[in-house]
């Protein structure tokens, strides 16, 4: 059977070859700019993906080492800390003590590592959060809210399907809050009885 | 200086910070004229990668002018208007030294699966970003490059990641001539991908996403075929619908981990956060490919684990390629293709903030409100 006694509604994938042969390169050219221009494949810039030896600039075999890396959390699947690294907010309160505890005791290949780096951010966030409230800055629940009123936020969202997932997100953002502020004044209350007896 | 600072998520205000000091001897410091905010920083603001810390400055593309250097910098001086790739590499480790600069082994203490990353967690590094009016640069001399005086500051900026990222997503999708490439997701990288493809000798450019501002982008700039995956109850049947039952050949995925499309992953991954994101993007891409062929992957994806459909891609024998950009391994070969007009990064700029509006950049971007695909900052605007 030759392709030309394929009964016409039988899709490419069925057959041979593609039914519909893409447009010729002279149409390609001349409808898209640069069409091609990178069409051997051997000579693209991330082919082979290894390239040795890779022209870096680095004139070393092995850096400098960084000072300070005295009690620098590490993964437990590196040797050591590296010889260069970052030194933005040091581990610190208790949010610090979980993320040690992450780094020193689960590698990357457990979720425990992961999880408790999660547990770690949110406790931060609380540890920063009670400490505004008492600054001239306190957190609110969200930023760059001004933007709903100035920003088209009806006219963007019309038609849009994610608007659904979005209506979410003041029961996210809100919901820690809200939480949080009952569970204080639960607190209170029942030190405020405990104390009258 | 002034600094974007992250307070929890949804949070971010502008604060005072130190300007930052040189820590090794090959460090530079420098002054930041132009930072973008990417998608994957709102991974970073919707608190969905580990230990990002409270004060966290988060930005990775970034240009400026060097305002420091180390003792042992020779490539830099004081004054050169330098664009910095987004990854922190040394150059000289067993990964680096065969291009694999994204996977860099000596500037991430934190973790051995990921290498070092601006402003993007403790997880990357934990170096400060360049969200910012100053920002520390390890290796001078391996890292950043002085910005061509032909080039335009909004194309530098974006090429830092967005851009050669979009490249790099294309390569990775191995395309051959003739092929079919779906793109999936319009943004900046998804936009870069589709012109990249056409450079590759992709047959034909299909590009999905929901936003109408993007597909129309998709359309003029990238001369791609869109589809609306709101205009289908299921998207992945129109792909298979449009490439003669086939699937594509080869599909980018350009989403990563906060991917619309599906309710129920939406709300696991990115509200609940019963996994690592949202993997919408992905699911989709192994079910439209065709058997046998490629799925590239460049959006972003953390650590922890998602519910991705891998039992298909082993099943259709498919080629998952992914990674980090090495960016600077594709700088040159791009800066030739943004010289003649067969790349054109800044085209994919919708907004411009001052520093001090940040969160508003965030909100708006994070939202979708406003037709915004990309926002870049502006640190020292009024």
């Known amino acids: 059977m030759t392709s030309t006694d394929v009964p016409g509604d039988v899709p490419s994938a069925y057959v041979r070859d593609k039914r519909t042969p893409p447009p010729s390169r002279e149409e390609l050219r001349a409808r898209i700019p640069g069409w091609g221009a990178d069409l051997d494949p051997a000579d693209r810039p991330s082919y082979p993906r290894l390239q040795y030896p890779a022209d870096t600039g680095a004139r070393w075999d092995f850096p400098v080492r960084q000072p300070g890396s005295e009690g620098r959390e590490r993964s437990i699947e590196h040797a050591?800390?590296?010889?260069?690294?970052?030194?933005?907010?040091?581990?610190?309160?208790?949010?610090?003590?979980?993320?040690?505890?992450?780094?020193a005791r689960f590698s990357e290949g457990r979720l425990a590592h992961w999880m408790l780096l999660v547990v770690g951010d949110r406790v931060d966030a609380w540890e920063h959060h009670l400490r505004s409230f008492v600054s001239l800055r306190p957190d609110v629940p969200a930023t760059g809210l001004r933007t709903e009123f100035t920003r088209g936020a009806v006219r963007s969202r019309r038609g849009r399907s994610d608007v659904r997932h979005q209506l979410l997100d003041p029961v996210v953002v809100l919901g820690p809050w809200v939480a949080g502020v009952g569970g204080a004044v639960l607190g209170v209350r029942k030190l405020v009885r405990a104390v009258r007896g | 200086m002034r600094a974007m600072v992250y307070r929890g998520p949804y949070k971010i205000r502008v604060e005072d910070k130190d300007v930052p000091a040189i820590e090794h001897p090959n460090d530079a410091i420098v002054r930041v004229t132009l930072a973008a905010i990417c998608g994957s920083d709102l991974h970073l603001y919707h608190g969905l990668m580990p230990d990002t810390r409270i004060g966290h400055t988060f930005g990775h593309e970034f240009i400026g002018v060097v305002e420091k250097v180390g003792p042992s910098v020779e490539d830099l001086q004081v004054g050169d208007r330098v664009m910095v790739p987004f990854n922190v590499f040394c150059g000289s480790c067993w990964f680096c030294a065969r291009g694999l600069y994204s996977n860099c082994h000596n500037v991430n203490p934190n973790a051995t699966a990921v290498g070092g990353i601006y402003g993007y967690s403790h997880t990357t590094g934990g170096y400060d970003g360049g969200q910012s009016q100053y920002v520390r640069v390890p290796?001078?001399?391996?890292?950043?490059?002085?910005i061509p005086d032909w080039m335009h500051d909004e194309d530098a900026v974006v090429l830092t990641d967005a851009a050669a990222t979009g490249y790099f997503g294309a390569q990775l999708g191995e395309i051959a001539e003739g092929d079919t490439v779906v793109v999936l997701g319009a943004g900046p990288v998804g936009l870069i991908a589709a012109q990249s493809s056409w450079l590759m000798g992709a047959g034909r450019v299909?590009?999905?996403?929901?936003?109408?501002?993007?597909?129309?982008?998709?359309?003029?700039?990238?001369?791609?075929?869109?589809?609306?995956?709101?205009?289908?109850?299921?998207?992945?049947?129109?792909?298979?619908?449009?490439?003669?039952?086939?699937?594509a050949d080869v599909v980018i995925e350009a989403v990563g981990a906060e991917a619309d499309g599906n309710f129920l992953q939406q709300v696991t991954g990115t509200k609940l956060k019963l996994q690592g994101g949202s993997p919408v993007a992905l699911n989709w891409a192994i079910d439209g490919v065709r058997k046998g062929g490629t799925v590239s992957v460049v959006g972003a994806y953390g650590p922890i684990p998602n519910a991705v459909k891998f039992g298909d891609a082993l099943n259709k024998g498919l080629t998952l390629r992914m990674?980090?950009?090495?960016?600077?391994?594709?700088?040159?070969?791009?800066?030739?293709?943004?010289?003649?007009?067969?790349?054109?990064?800044?085209?994919?700029?919708?907004?411009?903030?001052?520093?001090?509006?940040?969160?508003?950049?965030?909100?708006?971007?994070?939202?979708?409100?406003?037709?915004?695909?990309?926002?870049?900052?502006l640190p020292d605007a009024a």
């Open chain 2, 139 to 146: 290796f001078a001399d391996v890292g950043p490059t002085k």
């Open chain 1, 80 to 103: 050591f800390v590296t010889p260069v690294f970052g030194t933005a907010q040091p581990l610190a309160g208790l949010s610090g003590v979980i993320r040690r505890y992450a780094y």
């Open chain 2, 206 to 247: 299909i590009v999905v996403d929901h936003l109408q501002e993007r597909l129309e982008k998709a359309r003029t700039m990238a001369h791609a075929e869109t589809l609306d995956y709101d205009e289908y109850d299921d998207v992945v049947v129109e792909m298979k619908k449009q490439t003669d039952y086939l699937g």
């Open chain 2, 323 to 377: 990674n980090q950009t090495p960016v600077k391994r594709q700088w040159p070969r791009m800066f030739e293709h943004v010289r003649n007009g067969h790349l054109t990064p800044r085209e994919v700029v919708t907004h411009r903030f001052p520093l001090e509006d940040i969160a508003e950049a965030y909100h708006v971007f994070s939202s979708k409100l406003d037709g915004c695909i990309k926002p870049l900052i």
